[in-house]
C-alpha cells in the first residue's frame, strides 16, 4: 500500500488535504485496501449519541487484507517472527503462506466448535505465535475477539467474560514470563467456575505441565487443529460489524469493553503504522507489547500485517535473564523499527549503558515510545544509547478508544523535541479545551486534550452500554471526544501529553482506575474504606498510593499489608498491587462526603507544604494523622 508519506512537505500536504474535505481524504486511503464490496458513503456521524459510522455498507473481511492478499508478491516473506523467552531456543518464522494455513485451521476448528459470526470469543494466552492466529481466525469468520491480557486474575478473568459473554475461551497450560511460570488453564478453570456463558474451553500446549480436564468442554488446540481443513473462505463483514472489543480501565465502574469495527479500525490500523514507523518492504519490525493491549492489537498484528510487514512477537520479558535480551534480540533479528514502552525503558537504564553496548543495533531506523509519558532523561537516554543520537525517536500519543496512533512523528519526517509527541497525524483534528469547554486556539498553553472530528478507528461504543461511552467520552464537552489527557502545545503547534486529569492512573503503561483497585482493597474482610491515588514512581511513572482505614486497630502491619495485596491480586491481578500502604483513621472529606483526592495526591507525592485549601473539609484534622503517617 503506497499511502505512506515520505517527506514533512509532503506530510503537511496531507494534513490539508484531509482538513480541507476528510471523507475525501479518508476515502483515498481506503481505496488502497481490498473490499468485497465498495462504500456508498464514507462516513455518518454526531458526537451527541454518539454515531460514527464509516464506510457505510462496505464489505469487507481484515484477514483478507492481512494475510490472502500478500500470497501473490509475498508468499514465502516472514509475516510472524516469534522470538522465545528462553535465548537458547529457537525462533520461529510463520511466511505469509503458513499464516494463511495455520489461520484457516483455527478458524475451522473454531466453526468446529460452534462459533459463528458475532458470538465473542475470549483469549487469554501467552504471547505465542497461536495468539496472533486466534485473533485472526476469529476474524476469518466474524466472531468478536476479546483478549483479555494473561496477567490478569480469575475475577478479573470472569468479569470479562461474563460481560461479553463469550461462549468460548481460548487458552494454554501455562505460560512462561522469565524464570516464571504461570499456570494458565487452572486460572480459566477457577473463573468457569462464575462463567455459565461458556461451552468451550481450547487449549494450546506451551509449558506442557499438568493440567485438570473437562471432557467435553475442553479440547487440545493441536489435536483440534490436526482434523481441520486449510481452506476457510472468509467471512463477508460490514465495515461497521465490530471486530473486537478490549477491556479498559476508566475513572469509575468497572472496567468497559471498548469496540472497534472493521472497516474504519482497518483502514487506520495499516494506514497509521505505514507512516509513523515508514516501514520498509525489507524490515523486521518489533513492538514489545502484549497482545492483551491496544499497542499490541493494532501494532503487533492488525497494523504490520495489513502492510505485508515481517512483525516480532516476543514471549519474554526485557530483563531476563538479564537486561541485555531486547538489546540481544535486536542484534540477533536485525530488527529496523523498535517500539516499547517508557517503562520498559527505565527499567533497562538501571542495567547500564554496558549491557547495551554488547550489541550491535546498527540496523534500527526508528525507535518509538507509548503508554505513558516519557520523562527527559529517559528520552535522552533512548536516544543517545539506543538510537547512537541519530535514530529518530517516534512518541506515540493514542488510547484503546482511539484504535491507532493520533499524534507521533512520522519516521525521520517530523522536527524532534523531547517528551514532545509532535503533531497529529493526517486527518487527526486535535484541539486543547479549558475546563470550562473552551477552545484554545493560540499556542503556547496547557488545557484539556480533546478531539473535533472522527477519525476512522473511533471507539465505536462500550459493549452493551452506550450510554456510558457517551456519558464517559462524549458528554464533557459538547461535539468533541475528550481523551482523559491534559497536554501542553508549544509555540510551534507540537503537542507534550502531561498525563490523565481524571482518576485513571497509569503505572508501568497498565491503566487502573482507582476505584476498580479500592473496590478490590474494600473486598479485604478488615478494610471499611479506602482510597487510592498515584503518585511518581522512577521505573513505573506511576505507582499505586493507597490509604486504608480498617474496623480495628491492627497488631500485625506486615500481614495486613499482605492480606491486602493479597486481595487486588485476587480481583485484579499482580500488576495492581498497591506500592505503598498507609492505614489511617479518616479520610479527608468534604462536608458533601467526597473524597478530596487532590490532598491524598500531594501528601502521596511527598509534598505535604502544598495542600492548598483544606477549609471546607469536614474534619481538617484527618489531614495531620495523614500528614504524620506519609511514607
Ligand atoms: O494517558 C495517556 C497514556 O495512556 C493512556 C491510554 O492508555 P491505554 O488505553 O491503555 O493505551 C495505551 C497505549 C496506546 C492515555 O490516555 N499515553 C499513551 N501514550 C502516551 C501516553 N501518555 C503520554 N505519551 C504517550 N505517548
Known sequence: MNFKIKSFSEY???????????EGFWSSIADHYSWQQKWDQVLDWNFTEPNVKWFLNGKLN?????????????????????????PD??????????????????????????????????????????????????????????????????????????????????????????????ALKAIVDLA???????????????????????????????????????????????????LFILYTSGSTGKPKGVVHTCGGYMVYAGYSFANVFQYDEEDVYWCTADIGWITGHTYIVYGPLLNGATTMMFEGVPTWPDGGRFWEIVEKHKVNQFYTAPTAIRALMTCGEEVVNRSNLSSLKVIGTVGEPINHEAWEWYKRVVGDNKVPIVDTWWQTETGGIMISGLGGHSPQK?????????????????????????????????????????IRTTYGDHERCRVTYFSSFEGMYFTGDGARRDENGMYRIIGRVDDVINVSGHRFGTAEIENAINETDFIVESAVVGYPHDIKGQGIYAYVICDKPISDFDQARKD??????????????????????????????????????????????????????????VVEDIVKGAH
Open 12 to 22: 503537511e500536504s496531507e494534513c490539508n488535504r484531509a482538513s480541507d474535505n476528510p
Open 62 to 86: 481484515i484477514t483478507e487484507n492481512c494475510i490472502d492478499r500478500h500470497l501473490a508478491e509475498r508468499a514465502d516473506k516472514t509475516a510472524i517472527l516469534w522470538e522465545s523467552n528462553f
Open 89 to 182: 531456543r529457537d525462533s520461529e518464522a510463520i511466511t505469509y503462506q503458513q499464516l494463511h494455513y495455520k489461520v484457516a485451521k483455527a478458524a475451522n476448528g473454531l466453526k468446529s466448535l460452534g462459533v459463528k459470526k458475532g458470538d465473542r470469543v475470549c483469549l487469554y494466552m501467552p504471547m505465542i505465535p497461536e495468539l496472533a492466529i486466534a485473533v485472526l481466525a476469529c476474524a476469518r469468520i466474524g466472531a468478536i475477539h476479546s483478549v483479555v491480557f494473561a496477567g490478569f486474575s480469575a475475577q478479573a478473568l470472569a468479569d470479562r467474560i461474563n460481560d461479553a459473554t463469550c461462549n468460548i475461551v481460548i487458552t494454554s497450560d501455562g505460560l512462561y514470563r522469565g524464570a516464571k511460570t504461570v
Open 192 to 242: 468457569l467456575e462464575q462463567c455459565t456463558c461458556v461451552k468451550s474451553v481450547l487449549v494450546k500446549k506451551c509449558t506442557s505441565d499438568p493440567v485438570a480436564w473437562e471432557g467435553g468442554r475442553d479440547y487440545w488446540w493441536d489435536e483440534l487443529m490436526d482434523q481441520q481443513s486449510a481452506s476457510c473462505p472468509a467471512e463477508q463483514m460490514d465495515s461497521e460489524d465490530p
Open 418 to 458: 523531547a517528551t514532545f509527541a509532535g503533531y497529529p497525524l493526517p486527518g487527526i483534528q486535535p484541539c486543547l479545551v479549558t475546563p470550562e469547554g473552551k477552545e484554545i486556539t493560540e499556542n503556547g498553553v496547557e488545557g484539556l486534550l480533546c478531539i473535533k472530528h472522527p477519525w476512522p478507528s473511533i
Open 564 to 621: 491486602i495485596t493479597a486481595m487486588v491480586v485476587q480481583e485484579i491481578g499482580p500488576i495492581a498491587k498497591p506500592d505503598k500502604i498507609q492505614f489511617v483513621v479518616g479520610l479527608p472529606k468534604t462536608r458533601s462526603g467526597k473524597i478530596m483526592r487532590r490532598i491524598l495526591r500531594k501528601v502521596a507525592e511527598g509534598e505535604p507544604d502544598k495542600l492548598g485549601d483544606t477549609s471546607t473539609l469536614l474534619d481538617p484534622a
